[in-house]
């Protein structure tokens, strides 16, 4: 290979077909080598065309249920393969730490094991169909806020313990690429940093694939000493890309070693080797297969959706829950997935309306009421470049700002709605940015004055076609007469059904834990006219719940996918028992969680920070400090009830088997998520959790049936970071064993001898 050859591998270029994919290496054809489609992302496959819309990936980990993440991947798989892309940009595994955190729908836990369970069985399904699947971003990418600069101080044991467990379960599944992250670690940009790239993953962990920079990640060329080995970034947008001329001239001119270039096309040419790229499979795909992606698609969101209150049984819904109202505006637009470089063009969505309507037949009456409205009217801008109906279109490649004035008519909270299809749109308001969105739609509410305000309107279209993007907003009296109008609707039905969501998105942190565009307030609203009230949230992460006392029940779908609302329909309805479980600690409030009130720990000061509360990560922390979260990790109810008994514990392995007996006590067929904790070893010196997960199952039962359920806990999860000598070690003497139903529900307790072995 010559060395232009060489170095087309290593940086990103346009893809001459434009389907819409993230990024595109153009092969060597004079060797018979084919070009390398990379695409996103998380939740299905982002390319110009639809495809199955899954679940979101924390939708997934509340299934604990690492064979539905295997189905998971081989749609993604399938999918990739049939669309012409190569490479996909999934998993994203990065641990829960912020509850704020603007990605924590596309990751999957707060808690290392089940991260690590989810993203090796969804690496493995994704592999099963010839797509190769990316593990990203490596590493402590735990919040948006200031993603590109902020600088994580973690101590060692924290990331051996909390973070790195599901990168280096990836590798151990045989991910064939990994993603480096675009904040820095300890001082080093993540994807220049020697320790994380060539230390732990390529030295430590023997990764034998390749490092791609999240796009526009890299900082220097050097980076390629450092163990990066492909530099991505939107093509066309960076003018002077490190791993292009710059790179050759270092070549050439000696400073960088031409080995390390060989190292990275080595790396990038054995995947495809291993993938069958070299040998042809680019030309034999496979066909989509719409209806198979649909099915998986709704299984996950029927087995992962967590029912977290249910009072007086108020669900499943009966033949007399016949005068229904449904309530709120992702009633009537599902909301499938999240936004950013995540959303995929689902092949079909039908609203929770419409699913409800046809599972409650002939004999209900079901009424709709928006109960809000993010949409609303086209932004009035004093010097609009907007059409009437707030729409601007551009062409491919171009952008366009403007500066113009709105007229506030009364002070209040006001909705900005940017909907940017195949492009970049954004609002800034008084110069502060408040809503922008890339691909998908975003809004967020700002609090003004009455009076004339600063707009600044941006927008750029990313991909190979014309798109046209849409700036709306609402007032304060929109809001208000919705929610009066949903208010007289609830008054005159049985039970009303209020539909709540968010849109979480990557490059920014919600601002707080609350549900946005005044949902809280049609909730409280709602649940005073009517004790009936049900609430069903299509959220992104945690929230906060004020009206919780007020409602009847909960049930949290997270974002469900595009069969969502035939799942919502079957969970409400009781066609399918809830079986999912938190993996994530809700917190009552913003200022009760593992990072709050400290700027330095959270978000960062002048770009530092620190990982203060060190290995006492979500439940960790809360169990540490005695801290009432409002649902606990773990937890998560079902329509019928659980007995468990006789625990015993027995060493094997140098891990531990743990049996008990579990009935199902209730009236109906159902599956508990059966967790195994151990607490913490007497002899050892460093932090430990009082009480980590460190196995569990996912169990069937009949109505009134008992098994003898076996849990396997590995000897790695008996082990602390000895961070003296800089390796694992175990954590010896007489340890607790806990058995239950969630990390606050641990009927059984054993004590257990561990030894060094
Ligand atoms: C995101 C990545 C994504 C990439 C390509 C970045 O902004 O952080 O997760 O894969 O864009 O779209």
């Given at each position: 290979?010559?060395l ?12 001459p ?54 189905d ?14 190569d ?11 912020v ?19 989810m ?24 919040q948006e806020?200031?993603r ?74 050097t ?42 096309v ?10 069958g ?17 649909a ?25 007399s ?17 999240g ?56 062409p ?8 113009s004035?709105?007229t ?5 909270d ?26 998908g739609?975003?809004s ?17 279209v ?121 993996t ?38 809360y169990?540490?400090t ?132």
């Amino acid at each position: 290979m010559t060395l232009d050859e060489k170095l087309s591998f290593v940086s990103a270029q346009v893809d001459p077909k434009g389907l819409g994919e993230a990024g595109y290496i153009p092969g060597v054809p004079r060797l018979g080598i084919p070009e390398l489609r990379l695409t996103d992302g998380p939740a299905g496959v982002r390319v110009n065309h639809h495809a199955t819309a899954l679940p979101a990936p924390v939708t997934l980990a509340s299934t604990w249920d690492p064979r539905l993440a295997r189905d998971y991947g081989q749609v993604i798989g399938r999918d990739g393969r049939a669309l012409d892309q190569d490479v996909q940009l999934a998993p994203m595994t990065n641990i829960i730490r912020v509850p704020q955190g603007g990605r924590n729908f596309e990751t999957f836990s707060e808690d290392p094991l089940v991260s690590s369970h989810m993203v090796a069985n969804e690496i493995t399904g994704i592999q099963s169909q010839g797509l190769i699947a990316t593990v990203k971003h490596y590493a402590e990418n735990n919040q948006e806020d200031d993603r590109m600069g902020v600088d994580v101080n973690v101590d060692a044991q924290t990331m051996h313990e909390i973070e790195l467990p599901a990168f280096q379960a990836a590798v151990q599944a045989g991910v064939g690429a990994l993603m480096c992250s675009y904040n820095s670690v300890n001082g080093k940009h993540g994807c220049g940093n020697d320790d994380l790239l060539n230390g732990i993953l390529k030295t430590q962990w023997a990764f034998r694939g390749w490092v791609m920079s999240d796009w526009g990640a890299t900082h220097a060329t050097t980076d390629l000493v450092a163990g990066l080995d492909q530099d991505m970034f939107t093509a066309g947008l960076q003018p002077d890309p490190y791993f292009q001329g710059a790179l050759k001239q270092a070549i050439t001119d000696g400073s960088i070693p031409v080995a390390a270039l060989d190292d990275a096309v080595a790396r990038i040419l054995g995947q495809m080797e291993r993938f069958g790229l070299l040998d042809g499979a680019a030309e034999h795909r496979p066909a989509r297969d719409p209806k198979g992606g649909a099915k998986v698609a709704q299984r996950v969101a029927e087995s992962g959706a967590v029912l977290l209150k249910n009072a007086g049984g108020a669900l499943p819904l009966t033949a007399s829950d016949n005068r229904i109202a449904i309530i709120g505006p992702s009633a009537k637009t599902p909301k499938v997935g999240g936004g950013g470089s995540s959303s995929v063009t689902p092949d079909a969505a039908t609203s929770p309306l419409d699913a409800i309507t046809r599972r409650a037949g002939a004999r209900a009456s079901i009424t709709y009421a928006a109960g809000g409205d993010t949409t609303g009217v086209a932004l009035p801008l004093a010097d609009s470049p907007l059409g009437s109906d707030g729409t601007l279109t551009l062409p491919a490649g171009a952008y366009k700002t403007a500066r113009s004035t709105i007229t506030v008519p009364a002070t209040g909270d006001y909705i900005f709605t940017v909907n940017a299809p195949g492009s970049y749109g954004s609002v800034t308001v008084d110069g502060a940015k408040v809503a922008d969105t890339a691909y998908g739609t975003v809004s967020a509410s700002a609090h003004l004055t009455a009076g004339t305000h600063t707009i600044d309107l941006f927008a750029t279209v990313l991909q190979g076609a014309p798109a046209t993007l849409r700036f709306t907003w609402v007032t304060p009296d929109m809001v208000t007469a919705a929610r009066n109008q949903a208010v007289a609707v609830a008054k005159k039905v049985r039970t009303p059904i209020v539909f709540a969501y968010d849109d979480l998105t990557e490059g920014t942190d919600r601002t707080g834990l609350s549900l946005p565009f005044s949902q809280d307030e049609l909730i409280s609203a709602v649940a005073d006219a009517n004790p009936n009230t049900i609430v069903v949230l299509n959220t992104g992460s945690s929230i906060t719940m004020p009206w919780l006392s007020k409602v009847k029940a909960v049930l949290d779908t997270y974002y469900p996918g595009e069969n969502g609302a035939e799942a919502t329909a079957r969970l409400l309805y009781g066609d399918v028992n809830p079986s999912g479980k938190l993996t994530q600690t809700f917190p009552t409030s913003a200022s009760a969680t593992p990072v709050a009130g400290d700027p330095k720990a959270y978000p960062g000061v002048d770009h530092q920070e620190t990982y203060k509360e060190g290995i006492f990560v979500g439940y960790r922390w809360y169990d540490k400090t005695g801290t009432t979260p409002l649902f606990p990790f773990g937890y998560g109810l079902s329509y019928t009830s659980f007995a468990y008994g006789d625990l015993r514990v027995r060493a094997s392995h140098g891990g531990l088997t743990v049996s008990f007996t579990l009935k199902n006590t209730g009236h109906r067929d159902g599956q508990e998520v059966a967790q195994v904790y151990v607490g913490a070893g007497p002899n050892v010196t460093e932090p430990q959790a009082v009480r980590k997960l460190a196995g569990y199952e996912k169990v069937f039962l009949h109505a009134g049936q008992t098994r003898t359920v076996s849990v396997r806990v590995d000897a790695q999860q008996l082990r602390y970071w000895d961070t003296r000598t800089g390796s694992w070690r175990m954590a010896t003497g007489t340890r607790g064993v806990w058995v239950g139903g969630s990390s606050r529900d641990l009927p059984l307790h054993a004590a257990t001898a561990v030894s060094a072995r």
